[in-house]
DNA sequence: TTGTACGCGTTATCAA
DNA sequence: TTGATAACGCGTACAA
């Protein structure tokens, strides 16, 4: 409505700024991309000006006449789910430390959604995107894949990445919990998942696969829901179990820590003697589980390194530097603490 | 390098679009956006046309154009503090709702590192910020008025917001812990604190003021560190206030829940019984605290909503409707459990 | 080292 | 209801 007033009205400009340094918009734009490549003088005098008016640049019309936008879009399956927190910080520090930014989405475990917010991501002109695990629609891998951009598929070691793919088996993770386990004395062991995605699955289909093998699989032993995982689930499901299998189960392989914990806490108030009469291994290793009393056994992963390691590959290939190995194997290593038998394995 | 071919070499434009279905462009835009605005046969063809070759818009263009880029630009202190994913799951919701995308940065408990990232934001042409806390450096302030842009300062009550502004006092939070551990029975009372944010300072306050008041501080109870909170932190801070007070204290608050299981933790290894020799209280109400044994006292604090909150208060404002107030007060609860003495009142 | 001309892909404005 | 034209703010390519 009123008059212009003063500087508070519209957002200085290049042009702005190159009006009151006297010199050209491209050379103010030089002073910000490329300071070496303009003199010395000129370079204060435009710094003055851009201090003066508070320029702040337009990235909208960067990115559009550059095609650069130094965004990575970033997917993951939910924000509450504190696995997450450790992935992303890593993959900030690295785009950070490259001036990149990161727009982040939450595709709430759902494909569908998931391609929705892989198109929001997409329509910003992303340079590359990280996403989780490998469960797209097609219409997703179809739009990734006309990008033409650098993708990394995190969390999970995919038989076929779109391109780059960082992860580690949870299937080898799952069966590894089922021969640790049978090794420090459990007879009758159960499984308790929430929430199922692909991820969880893979875990329960090692020890299920690692029991069968041993000719220890109960199937009544098995019980899951597609409910999302709390401490609180933790303890009903430690209880259906319970109850499934008379009191016959000696451990449980519970599908994250939230849910192990909540068994913990469960077993604790119904005076079950830990690890005695129950073992239990959870899974992710949150740093409750190392001071918990008894502590909780679990399966360690490296996320934030699984988050820096996805960052560099699409810094380095932005770089024009390539990567040795489109896939990365982070590893995870299983902890047996005294939430089960024989912590200490004999010398 | 070599020929262009097929589709898979660029991005497809609105041009593109409008090309195959033989409309111009700006029709092709009134698909997208103003559905309603398009005759049925155009909009079908036009939608035929998208489809077929995969076009998405691009949003630095359209923002550029339109000076509506649909981000709000979010600043946090830390990406790996738990507390901010139940606010950023609730601004990710209402904003999501309303096709708002999130711009979120970190901070890392600097105000400089903060002005860097406002900048960042900036650069962005959000619609409207979220940023955490009142602790701006008077550049970043400048910047964010000169924006001219609805701004929420979120996570503490301020005494003078810039704009708009959701939270709690951390003050009377900290105070009432004082006062409703020492109407339990203690009588030795302690702080232990960590990384010592201008909101943490705010609760030490409150509890301090509280115990002055009743005669009851002793200065060498308070313990703080700047190092960032952990559970591991938690049991060590509790016993150099163990032995800083000979064993004198016997309750203890602590400005987090992570320092506070860290002690309940480590109280149960030294074998100090809670709450008859120790009274702990927490701060943020973790799922953990209800659930461990002997369950935690702790300042439950609706985070979800309050980013709920904000987010609401935005989105009304870039839609004309306004606000009722500008400083909504979300409040807090302290929440007495089996860590404190008497924990259920009586009758 | 500095500047000119143009185009990036979209939308606002106005006209048909 | 549809379209032509001119911005939006910046960087590339080229010229001086």
Redesign the interface.
């Known amino acids: 409505m009123g008059r212009a007033r003063k500087?508070?009205t519209k957002?200085a400009t290049l042009a702005d700024v190159a009006k009151v340094a006297n010199v050209s918009a491209i050379t103010v734009s030089r002073v910000i991309n490329q300071p070496g490549k303009v003199s010395p003088e000129l370079g204060q005098r435009v710094q003055e000006a851009i201090d003066m008016l508070?320029y702040?640049?337009?990235?909208?019309?960067s990115?559009?006449a550059s095609a650069r936008?130094g965004v990575i879009g970033v997917s993951i399956p939910s924000?509450?789910n504190?696995v997450f927190?450790?992935v992303?910080?890593g993959i900030?520090d690295v785009a950070?430390a490259s001036d990149y930014?990161?727009?982040?989405?939450?595709t709430h475990y759902s494909p569908l959604e998931e391609e929705k917010m892989v198109?929001?991501l997409?329509?910003?002109?992303p340079e590359a995107m990280i996403i989780t695990g490998g469960d797209q629609t097609r219409a997703c891998e179809?739009?990734l894949?006309?990008?033409?951009m650098p993708v990394v598929q995190i969390m999970e070691l995919l038989e076929q990445p779109l391109d780059m793919n960082v992860g580690f088996s949870h299937y080898q993770a799952g069966y590894d919990v089922a021969l640790k386990m049978l090794a420090t004395g459990c007879n009758q062991l159960g499984f308790v998942g929430a929430r199922m995605d692909a991820r969880v699955q893979q875990r329960m289909a090692g020890f299920v696969d690692a029991l069968r093998a041993k000719n220890k699989l109960n199937q009544e032993y098995i019980v899951t829901t597609p409910e999302p995982s709390?401490?609180?689930l933790g303890?009903e499901l430690f209880r259906s179990l319970l109850s499934a299998s008379s009191g016959a189960v000696d451990g449980i392989f519970c599908c994250n820590d939230?849910l192990a914990?909540?068994a913990l806490?469960e077993s604790?108030?119904m005076n079950i003697k830990i690890p005695t009469e129950m073992s239990l291994c959870g899974f992710n290793d949150f740093?409750?589980s190392?001071?918990?009393?008894p502590s909780l056994s679990s399966v360690h992963v490296p996320r934030y390194e699984m988050g820096v390691k996805a960052a560099e590959m699409i810094i380095n290939v932005l770089n024009d530097k390539g990567v040795a190995d489109k896939t990365l194997d982070i590893g995870f290593e299983v902890i047996l603490r005294q939430s089960s038998r024989a912590s200490v394995p004999p010398q």
Chains 1, 2 share one sequence.
């Open positions: 500087s508070s957002r508070g702040i640049p337009n990235q909208s019309a990115s559009l936008s924000l509450s504190v927190n450790d992303l910080r900030y950070g930014k990161v727009l982040l989405v939450d198109r929001t997409l329509s910003q002109s179809r739009m894949a006309k990008a033409g709390s401490i609180a303890g939230d914990l909540g806490f604790q108030r740093e409750t190392a001071y918990v009393n």
